[in-house]
């Protein structure tokens, strides 16, 4: 008896172990490394509560756990930048009833400092053109909010006074935008006088006359954060390819809301992960290079940073490839740079042609939209891959890893992998 227990104990320890060492698939794999990214402990990877030197320091152990090789001695080259951040109160009442952080409305990125009652003065397509002419002589008490409602402004060039008229009215007081779809945040490099807030229609009735607003905004200037950088030497030991995604995203509003930024862009640091992974494991041609940038969404700093201060000469780059929004693919890949890099587009869309991979591989021209465009502008070939179809959350507290597919991520390593061949 005592004997088959131990053989049982054996072969389940066996079956343990055989399940443990299973390969996750790269879908697999995927999920886990965004989950992760876009949880609550990293703050939505920005500039509060260091969220985004978490996410930079968990990207060095993952690169240190695969067995990259940093250029030098440290894996994280730092620089500094200047952000608009909003730690603590970010608060709007209507008629009592305290609104949703980020759901219901959201302070806008260069928002600033306001806290009181606050009576509405709006401005919209009625009145619009009369308080422009008046505006001069026109008295306001401090505690006033200007409440700027842009349905029915059709005309491009009033839309665009409109729109520049609200932020001159930021220096009178508090100013609130009515919103009928969704919310859009970023970052800032500066701040308003008083704060500057977004609410959907739905929560600010015209009837209303005063809201309760608490904001309260710090500046951080020179808050330092990082690249991280590391490499998979190849046999051929001269050329560089390089892969390249953004860690960091917009952060928290206030001590409740965070921006999980799952697709944008979790999604294609997990990529690159599963690149560096796979890399580490088969010994590559040329030497492959995976560098995951901070402070994109602060103005692509990260990668601006990295060209004017490179770790080896850009001119040793054979081809890069920046990988941001790599979270659905139902409906293929877009390819920015694909107009100027023909003949690498060619090879890409030819070899999703031959296996199928995706559902199309469409080309794009030149645009400053992402990490690439540094690279680009210093002569270094590059491609700027996104994926199309699925979900549409983005820069918003919905692009949460609970809703992101992945639907296509096995097939566009393939992809990847396959191009990184013919390279």
């Known amino acids: 008896m005592i004997?088959?227990?131990?053989?049982?104990?054996?072969?389940?320890?066996?079956?343990?172990?055989?399940?443990?060492?299973?390969?996750?698939?790269?879908?697999?794999?995927?999920?886990?490394?965004?989950?992760?990214?876009?949880?609550?402990?990293?703050?939505?990877?920005?500039?509060?509560?260091?969220?985004?030197?978490?996410?930079?320091?968990?990207?060095?152990?993952?690169?240190?756990?695969?067995?990259?090789?940093p250029f030098g001695n440290a894996y994280q080259q730092y620089f500094n930048v200047t952000v608009n951040t909003f730690p603590k109160t970010v608060e709007l009442s209507v008629d009592g009833t305290k609104l949703k952080t980020g759901e219901d409305f959201i302070v806008e990125a260069v928002s600033g400092?306001?806290?009181?009652?606050?009576?509405?003065?709006?401005?919209?397509?009625?009145?619009?053109?009369?308080?422009?002419?008046?505006?001069?002589?026109?008295?306001?008490?401090?505690?006033?909010?200007?409440?700027?409602?842009?349905?029915?402004?059709?005309?491009k060039d009033t839309l665009a006074l409109f729109n520049e008229f609200k932020y001159y009215t930021?220096?009178?007081?508090?100013?609130?935008?009515?919103?009928?779809?969704?919310?859009?945040?970023?970052?800032?490099?500066?701040?308003?006088?008083?704060?500057?807030?977004?609410?959907?229609?739905?929560?600010?009735?015209?009837?209303?006359?005063?809201?309760?607003?608490?904001?309260?905004?710090?500046?951080?200037k020179d808050y330092t954060t990082s690249?991280?950088?590391?490499?998979?030497?190849?046999?051929?030991?001269?050329k560089y390819i390089v892969v390249t995604a953004h860690y960091d995203h917009l952060g928290m509003m206030g001590e409740n809301a965070y921006f999980p930024g799952a697709n944008d862009n979790a999604s294609?640091?997990?990529?690159?992960?599963?690149?560096?992974?796979?890399?580490?494991?088969?010994?590559?041609?040329y030497n492959m290079v995976f560098m995951s940038f901070g402070a994109e969404e602060a103005g692509i700093l990260g990668s601006q940073y990295y060209t004017e201060h490179p770790l080896f000469p850009l001119g040793k780059i054979k081809f890069l490839t920046n990988l941001d929004l790599a979270g659905t693919g139902d409906e293929g890949i877009k390819v920015v740079n694909g107009t100027l890099y023909k003949k690498e587009f060619k090879k890409l869309a030819t070899i999703n042609l031959k296996k199928e991979y995706l559902e199309k591989v469409y080309f794009r021209g030149p645009a400053a939209n992402s990490d690439h465009y540094w690279f680009?502008?210093?002569g270094v070939s590059a491609f700027f891959i996104y994926t199309l179809g699925g979900i549409k959350a983005y820069h918003d507290v919905y692009?949460?890893?609970?809703?992101?597919?992945?639907?296509?991520?096995?097939?566009?390593?393939?992809?990847?992998?396959?191009?990184y061949k013919k390279l």
Request: hydrophobic letters at 40%.
């Open 376 to 378: 680009t502008q210093k």
């Open 268 to 285: 294609g640091t997990a990529m690159l992960l599963y690149l560096a992974k796979y890399y580490a494991q088969h010994k590559p041609k």
């Open 170 to 220: 930021s220096s009178l007081g508090a100013v609130i935008s009515i919103e009928d779809n969704k919310f859009t945040w970023s970052v800032a490099h500066q701040n308003a006088p008083n704060a500057i807030l977004s609410v959907l229609r739905k929560h600010l009735p015209k009837s209303t006359e005063s809201v309760y607003i608490n904001v309260k905004n710090k500046l951080e």
């Open 3 to 69: 004997a088959k227990i131990f053989l049982i104990l054996f072969l389940l320890g066996i079956t343990f172990l055989q399940v443990e060492g299973q390969e996750q698939t790269p879908q697999a794999f995927g999920k886990t490394i965004v989950k992760e990214l876009a949880s609550p402990k990293y703050n939505g990877r920005g500039y509060v509560n260091n969220g985004c030197r978490k996410a930079a320091n968990y990207m060095e152990s993952k690169f240190k756990e695969y067995g990259l090789k």
């Open 227 to 238: 690249n991280v950088i590391g490499f998979v030497e190849g046999r051929c030991k001269k």
């Open 399 to 419: 692009d949460r890893a609970e809703t992101l597919p992945l639907t296509e991520f096995t097939d566009y390593s393939k992809l990847l992998i396959e191009f």
């Open 113 to 155: 400092s306001s806290e009181g009652e606050f009576s509405l003065f709006w401005i919209d397509s009625s009145n619009f053109p009369k308080v422009i002419e008046d505006f001069k002589t026109m008295r306001f008490g401090k505690n006033i909010a200007f409440v700027f409602d842009k349905k029915n402004i059709t005309d």
